[in-house]
């Protein structure tokens, strides 16, 4: 079965450059996260959605980010512009339900590199 | 507000050895628990969770977690640690009213298994 699929897997960028980072959910999951790994922070919950609407986006860093969800099995995180500090490994993650029993399931990530 | 705190950002132990790896958790909820495992280059696996069936949940790969109320912890046990084991682990916590799955994880601990 098909996983969490994030695209693309590695961007390096320079400053200012637009970054769009892509999600395909697996199919019948309802519920859409988007996570940022630095060493410095761990993982952040930047925003998550369900049933296509976004819940919570208080995690989102500044209005750089935006992140949409057009339908039920694709997904966009964009950075406009882009900084250095915005360097991290980017996650999507899905699951399944209305009650949290918690398993979500990861993709491999989108490692991004600013300079 | 929820969270975890994962006491030691590194753990090293001997192939063959008790492996624990601490997780204190703050909810004013009942919570939902997890332990996710990540290993390199890779995103974070379900190992185990704890959503208010048994105290004592067992996971994958030998692992098993303990929920102790009075204590507010959640920690991580394998009985023998193998090789294989060696990654990163993440505690997780989830408030049961909580709608699609939102999940505040833990800092990580890096576990390291010496032959």
């Known amino acids: 079965d098909a996983g969490v699929i994030q695209s693309p897997r590695h961007e390096v960028t320079e400053m200012g450059q637009e970054v769009t980072l892509r999600c395909k959910p697996i199919s019948g999951h309802n519920s859409l996260f988007w996570y940022r790994q630095t060493m410095m922070r761990g993982l952040e919950l930047l925003i998550y959605?369900?049933?296509?609407?976004?819940?919570?986006d208080s995690g989102m860093p500044e209005d750089r980010f935006s992140a949409k969800m057009p339908n039920a099995s694709f997904s966009t995180l964009k950075i406009q512009p882009s900084e250095p500090r915005d360097s991290a490994v980017y996650f999507c993650?899905?699951?399944?339900?209305?009650?949290?029993?918690?398993?979500?399931?990861f993709g491999e990530g989108s490692r991004l590199t600013v300079l | 507000a929820q969270s975890v705190t994962q006491l030691g950002s590194h753990v090293s132990v001997s192939e063959g050895a008790l492996v624990l790896l601490r997780c204190n958790y703050s909810s004013s909820v009942p919570p939902y628990l997890f332990w996710y495992v990540q290993y390199p280059n890779q995103g974070l696996q379900l190992l185990l969770k704890?959503?208010?069936?048994?105290?004592l949940v067992k996971g994958i790969n030998g692992f098993e977690a303990e929920f102790k109320k009075s204590e507010t912890s959640f920690h991580l046990t394998k009985p023998s640690a193998h090789m294989s084991d060696a990654a990163e682990y993440f505690c997780?916590?989830?408030?049961?009213?909580?709608?699609?799955?939102?999940?505040?994880f833990g800092q990580g601990t890096e576990l390291s298994v010496k032959p």
């Open positions: 993650a899905s699951s399944f339900g209305r009650t949290n029993t918690g398993e979500l399931f």
């Open positions: 997780a916590v989830s408030d049961r009213g909580n709608q699609g799955g939102k999940l505040i």
């Open positions: 959605f369900n049933n296509n609407v976004p819940i919570d």
């Open positions: 704890y959503t208010s069936a048994a105290t």
